[in-house]
């Protein structure tokens, strides 16, 4: 397994979770990684991003309330939420890119805000 992400669960609405996502390779800390989410019947969709440099992008419904981060001695990619929302429920997944070599998902892991 490449990468194997955690941390999902059950969270009412207006709560956290941290995404956990480590991966099994010492080109991690060359490696840009991200997060999507995905809900039955939709496409795949990014939600944040990290590049090997740490310049960190975020998908619009989430700004100001997620946070991408790294941590290359772990290697390992986390996603802190906050504010979550009904409408961040979804299976999230993270995701390794090295060039056109490296493109690697995790198995998914579900969010669900509900009351």
């Known amino acids: 397994v490449q990468l194997q992400a955690s941390g999902g669960g059950l969270v009412q609405p207006g709560g956290s979770l941290r995404l956990s996502c480590a991966a099994s390779q010492s080109i991690f800390r060359l490696s840009n990684m991200g997060w999507y989410r995905q809900t039955p019947g939709k496409q795949r969709e990014l939600v944040a991003s990290?590049?090997?440099?740490?310049?960190?992008s975020y998908a619009g419904p989430v700004k100001g309330r997620f946070t991408i981060s790294r941590d290359n001695a772990k290697n390992t990619v986390y996603l802190q939420m906050n504010s979550l929302k009904p409408e961040d429920t979804a299976v999230y997944y993270c995701?390794?890119?090295?060039?056109?070599?490296?493109?690697?998902w995790g198995q998914g892991t579900q969010v669900t805000v509900s009351s």
């Open positions: 990290i590049t090997s440099d740490g310049i960190r």
């Open positions: 995701n390794q890119k090295l060039g056109s070599v490296v493109d690697y």
